[in-house]
């Protein structure tokens, strides 16, 4: 299934906008199951980065569920999503439009970490933090390797 040209850039930053690191470690996880991604970006195909991708991902899903997790939008938060929203959506975009898929994938995760957060926080009210943190991770890593899976292909 091919999706339309930043579509997936569009979507991945989505993901970020809940996860900042999602993006990252389902790339990283693409990358190291033999897949490659339409942008080029040969950042990802570094040893350190892939696992660090990983590293990272698997992390925030364990540090979120802290009761001293900051929200998703104080500075270094947000800044974790523009970075990590800005590499995706650069991978996912077609070769040659790059720039462009960073730029979609950061307009579209910043704005939606506002909202993502009104949710989460509302959803915390009525279930907890924990409960309400772990159907956000199933909701999100669900999206963000869906997006992967359809974005890139076999090497």
């Keep these: 299934m091919k999706l339309p040209s930043l579509l997936s850039s569009a979507l991945i930053g ?20 033999g897949r490659q991604t ?33 929200d998703r939008t104080v500075f270094l938060g947000l800044l974790a999503r523009v970075m990590s929203a800005g590499i995706a959506g650069a991978a996912l975009a077609p070769r040659g439009r790059e720039r462009a898929g960073a730029a979609v994938a950061v307009a579209t995760a910043v704005p939606l970490a506002y909202l993502t957060l009104g949710v989460r926080k509302r959803a915390m009210a009525r279930i907890g933090q924990t409960r309400s943190g772990l159907i956000e991770d199933a909701l999100i890593v669900a999206a963000g390797a869906a997006m992967v899976a359809l974005s890139t292909r076999q090497r």
């Design 14 to 33: 989505a993901v970020a906008s809940a996860r900042s690191m999602t993006p990252m470690g389902t790339l990283a996880a693409a990358r190291l199951a």
């Design 38 to 70: 339409p942008g080029q970006l040969y950042l990802l195909d570094h040893p350190v980065v892939k696992l660090g991708g990983l590293a990272l991902g698997a992390g925030e899903l364990l540090g979120d569920k802290m009761k001293t997790a900051p």
